[in-house]
């Protein structure tokens, strides 16, 4: 079974089309690490979307926050008046449908799918020293989560933590082979709103039959999604930060 994992889409309707389109005949299903909307100026069509064709969502934080399930006092004024301008505009049918959102961590097809942390759905995991004390919570030997727009991952090698990096700037792919003595925390990165220095939209394929991961990176319309955030009179920041990757 080949599975599509994206995570942090975060309201990006460009970057999304352009990793499905990229992505085309090479899953049969779709995953996500939470975080659909929020930042971007498409909530509802990213929605409407991953209503329609995600087999499994786990809840996000800004998730959480743009359908009132989170305190907008720990936002900063910026992620605030992102998540109060989706409350507004977000479909009675899709604050419905992500208030239901599930949280983590799931089991599909013998591995987990979590926002943030094993432990905790809002946890950042960002060095080796986050992810050493985490792996013993793990239910399955392979998991995917989100959060914090990192593209890369962990692995637990015999007794040893070690980071998984991204595909090079001048690469679009990169394959990890699984080595069932491990066991490995993976990132997708983030289809809409990546924060390693890359802005291309990031996302990853499971093939659970072959035992690989490959990593993906690839350009979307970055200036369109820039004019709808503008448009829509979010904070500037957002539009700005797609072109840099930060």
């Not at 949280?103 to 060095?127: A, W």
């Not at 914090?148 to 070690?162: A, K, P, V, Y």
């Not at 394929?205 to 990176?217: E, L, M, S």
């Amino acid at each position: 079974m080949r599975y599509l994992i994206l995570s942090d889409i975060h309201a990006n309707w460009e970057a999304l089309q352009a990793v499905l389109e990229r992505a085309g005949g090479k899953y049969d299903e779709i995953l996500c690490c939470g975080d659909l909307i929020g930042y971007g100026a498409d909530p509802n069509q990213v929605c409407d979307w991953c209503r329609a064709n995600v087999k499994v969502v786990v809840r996000g934080n800004h998730d959480k926050a743009s359908v009132g399930l989170e305190d907008l006092e720990w936002f900063n004024p910026i992620a605030k008046a992102a998540a109060l301008w989706t409350q507004q505009t977000l479909t009675p049918e899709n604050i419905e449908y992500v208030r239901n959102l599930p949280q983590g961590p799931l089991t599909v097809d013998g591995f987990q799918i979590i926002h943030g942390s094993p432990l905790d759905e809002d946890e950042y995991m960002i060095g080796a020293s986050d992810a050493a004390q985490l792996f013993s919570y793990l239910a399955t030997s392979v998991a995917f989560f989100g959060h914090t727009h990192l593209q890369g991952g962990f692995i637990w090698n015999h007794s040893r933590i070690e980071m998984i990096g991204k595909p090079g700037p001048r690469k679009s792919e990169e394959v990890l082979e699984i080595d069932p003595e491990c066991a490995y925390m993976i990132n997708p990165g983030s289809v809409g709103q990546p924060r390693d220095a890359d802005p291309r939209a990031s996302y990853v394929v499971y093939d659970t039959g072959a035992r690989q991961i490959t990593f993906y990176r690839h350009s979307y319309d970055v200036v369109k999604a820039q004019a709808k955030i503008m448009q829509a009179k979010l904070p500037p920041l957002l539009a700005e930060r797609l072109a840099v990757g930060r």
